[in-house]
Every structure is written in C-alpha cells, then in structure tokens.
C-alpha cells in the first residue's frame, strides 16, 4: 500500500515561515479516520474500548481528539495522570498499569476512579496499604516460556520471551491475588497480557485473546470470581 504524507513539501515550507524550528505537524483528521476506522472494525464487540498509550504521545491536544473519538488512555506514571486531570479524562476513561510503582502515583490513580492494573504479585498488599482496594481492580498475566508466532518478513518482533520479563504473575499468583482482593472488596476483575512488542502477524491479538479467555475460565473456576473484562 502507497503511503502519502498529508503534509505537502510546500506547506512545510510555509509553516516553518511562521514556526521556529523543530516542531511536530499532526494530521487531526487522520488520527480521527483511524480512531473511527478500529471502532468499525470491533463494532461486533459491544464492550470495546481503545486505551491510548499516554507515553507514545504525552499531548493534550491529541489525547482530547481521541477522547472525543471514544478513546480512554493507559497511563503508567503521575505525570500521565495528571495529563489526562487536565483533559477532563477520569473513571474508567484510564487503565493505569504501572511497574515499581510509587506510593503517590497509586494514590492518584485511585483518586481518579481509574482501571488499575497490578503489575504482580507484590502490588496486592502494596494497594491494599496505600489507598485500598477498588470495587474493580486488574492483574497482569505472564504466562512464562517464549511467545512466538514465527518470524515475520521484518524480522522486528521484539519482548517476546515472558519467561524473561519482569513483568505480570503467573496463573498461581493471579489465583491468589484474586481470591486476597476478593476478600479485600473487589466485585469486578479484569485479565491484562503482553506477549509481544512490534510484532506485525494478524494472528497475534487472535491467539492473545485465546490465551486470556482461557485463563479467565480457569480463574473463575478457582475462585468463583466475576471477570469482567480482558486487555
């Protein structure tokens, strides 16, 4: 596929007229195609809900078009959360997934009404002390080993050996965390995993997914616990 850039040579070189060097140039009515393009494609998803990585992209300007899109943001640290304070963007409109993560960005996090994701096993105690647990709360899964759907053309496939990373628990500490925030006040649990980084196989999401709706079976099964959604 051919790909143009919305901005000409000739309009670059007007804009630099006015504009003192370097500067970014963003395309509002392409990021707000694209926003609208993914809804269409998980239209037969009811429950879907893009959080937009704050870290990509740490600007106001484009985080209020894409909430006006219907897009929520995933934050990982106060500074992001304070971005979207001042977007009006609180409540479930943020996934806060954080690592080593500090006492007051927690706190702030739970201020906000936001989907708070542990990171693993430790947080659950560390949440509990700092600010309580949520009626709705989040764990992330590390299934362990490698994860590898074959090697892409590109070659760019990259983080794909969980079995390495320091991030997520395992099914046993997802088992016990959800049974201690069970019994700490959580009503609603949510599933988040990642395998993967740059990987471009169309078959990734789908075997993804497959993953956690399997997990989510066999938590529920071990702790008769309501999960209400996967990221």
Known sequence: MEKKPFLTLEQAKGIINDVPT???????????????????????NKGYKEYFA???TPNPYIMKVLQEEGCGMDCSSLTELMLCESCG?????IMFSSNVTPVEDMKKAYELGANINLDDYTHVEFIKKVCGVPKTICCRYNPGGIFKLGDSKEKIQ????????????????????????????????GIHAFLASNTVSND???????????????????TGVHIKFRC
Do not use: C
């Open 22 to 44: 370097p500067f970014h140039v963003y395309d509002e009515k392409g990021i707000r195609e694209n926003a609208r393009a993914l809804y269409k494609a998980f239209s037969w």
């Open 54 to 56: 704050v870290k990509a």
């Open 89 to 93: 963007i609180t409540g479930r409109n």
């Open 158 to 189: 990259v983080m794909d050996n969980p079995g390495d990373a320091k991030y997520g628990m395992s099914e046993e500490q997802m088992t016990k965390a959800f049974l201690e925030l069970k019994a700490a006040g959580a009503e609603e649990f």
């Open 204 to 222: 990734y999401y789908p075997e993804l997914a497959s993953i956690l709706f399997k997990l989510a079976v066999r938590l529920h099964e071990k």
